[in-house]
């Protein structure tokens, strides 16, 4: 079946642009999560939904960013007022169940967004 | 505050080699681990989930250990092969269940 799929896959912004990251997990998936992955460096945790519920919001790195899953399905990321460190790749993953009873909850990753921020 | 280590950071070998990267993490109250692929520019590829309760994983020419009380794992790949070559990175799940990473260890396999 299909995976995580993110779009766009590259995006190029000028310094105080805003810009929106989209993500569509695995059909049927209960969690999400963002992460971010600076150059040469693993994936940090930024925000993780159960349905379209927003239970951890402790990684994101400033009030200009902004998750939503309205519809406990596809995601969006938007960070408001860019700047050069925001530049990164944003990967998006999904889990087949919730927190309760989710101890092997195996987590599957789209593709990511590569964001430029010049 | 969970931490999680990866050495060696790069590592390069001939074909065929047995090889092993290992990753180690400061707490030991973790759920599962999980180690991933990542190939230049692309996102991440599961490769083996280990759950707190087991020893180890296996598929293919790759078997990944987990031993919990002393913060380590280890991922052995068998008969390595160009094919092989990308980035490994662990990750450790505690009892939150957003993902520790570790930094990755760079893996090229020359012909």
């Known amino acids: 079946g299909a995976g995580v799929s993110q779009s766009p896959r590259y995006k190029v912004a000028k310094r105080g642009q805003d810009v929106a990251l989209r993500c569509d997990p695995i059909?049927?998936?209960?969690?999400l999560f963002w992460y971010q992955q600076a150059l040469g460096q693993g994936p940090e945790f930024l925000t993780y939904?159960?349905?379209?519920?927003?239970?951890?919001k402790s990684g994101l790195p400033s009030d200009r960013f902004f998750a939503e899953r309205p519809e406990g399905s596809v995601s969006t990321l938007k960070i408001q007022r860019t700047q050069q460190e925001d530049s990164a790749v944003y990967l998006c993953?999904?889990?087949?169940?919730?927190?309760?009873?989710?101890?092997?909850?195996?987590?599957?990753f789209g593709p990511g967004t590569r964001l430029t921020v010049l | 505050k969970q931490e999680v280590t990866q050495i060696p950071a790069a590592l390069s070998v001939p074909e065929g080699e047995n090889l092993v990267l290992n990753c180690s993490f400061t707490d030991s109250a973790i759920y599962n681990l999980q180690w991933f692929r990542q190939d230049p520019g692309k996102g991440l590829t599961s490769l083996l989930l280990?759950?707190?309760?087991?020893r180890e994983q296996t598929s293919g020419r790759l078997n990944a250990s987990l031993d919990k009380s002393s913060g380590r794992s280890t991922l052995y790949i068998a008969a390595s092969q160009p094919g092989d070559s990308a980035t490994y990175l662990c990750?450790?799940?505690?009892?939150?269940?957003?993902?520790?990473f570790g930094t990755g260890t760079r893996l090229q396999v020359f012909p």
């Open positions: 280990i759950q707190s309760s087991q």
């Open positions: 939904f159960q349905n379209e519920a927003q239970l951890d």
């Open positions: 059909s049927g998936h209960v969690s």
């Open positions: 993953a999904s889990s087949p169940l919730g927190t309760s009873g989710s101890r092997g909850n195996e987590q599957f």
């Open positions: 990750a450790v799940r505690g009892n939150t269940d957003k993902l520790i």
